[in-house]
């Protein structure tokens, strides 16, 4: 009886291009500088990017335009999340609880904890002007830093589907 393997080959991949963003500006104004330098017209979704880590719900900005022309589609989304956890405890006494509150900040790509924002564009032409944007980026006085992250390089693509 002859055997069949089936192999599944990781070509299921979305094309992308992934631009890390240092910036301590807020989600919405580095939305209206990016709009303003590479004449965009990002805005944000209804519903932010949303997951459950460690029992702790935690969600991300998410900002869209999608350029029918070109065929393509930008998402800026920011990395960080900052939220308080709180712990119910027992104090000294018989029927005293104490809580305690603390800061968590959990990461949309963890392996990139010093990257604020994140541009993702996505589009059905080989050749994206990728050089162009990152230049146009790093141009605005507000950013620090901005530079291409190669997709080999990203451990967590799971939490790059933004669809």
């Not at 299921?12 to 303003?36: Q, R, T």
């Not at 959990?106 to 990257?115: A, H, Q």
């Not at 050749?127 to 451990?155: C, D, F, G, M, W």
């Amino acid at each position: 009886m002859a055997h069949h393997k089936l192999v599944l080959d990781d070509d299921l991949e979305e094309d992308y291009s992934l631009i890390a963003i240092h910036c301590s500006e807020e989600a919405y104004k580095m939305a209206f500088l990016l709009n303003h330098k590479l004449q965009l017209r990002l805005q944000r979704r209804r519903l932010d990017l949303d997951f459950t880590q460690d029992g702790l719900e935690v969600t991300f900005p998410i900002f869209r335009f999608e350029n029918e022309q070109l065929y393509s589609t930008y998402y800026l989304v920011s990395n960080k999340c900052h939220s308080r956890q709180a712990h119910l405890g027992s104090a000294a006494g018989l029927f005293s609880e104490e809580t305690t509150t603390k800061n968590v900040t959990t990461y949309l790509l963890p392996e990139f904890k010093k990257v604020d924002y994140l541009i993702k564009i996505e589009t059905d032409f080989e050749n994206t002007p990728i050089r162009k944007t990152l230049s146009q980026v790093q141009e605005i006085k507000e950013v620090i830093s901005a530079y291409v992250v190669e997709s080999e390089h990203i451990k967590s693509k799971k939490n790059l589907i933004f669809h």
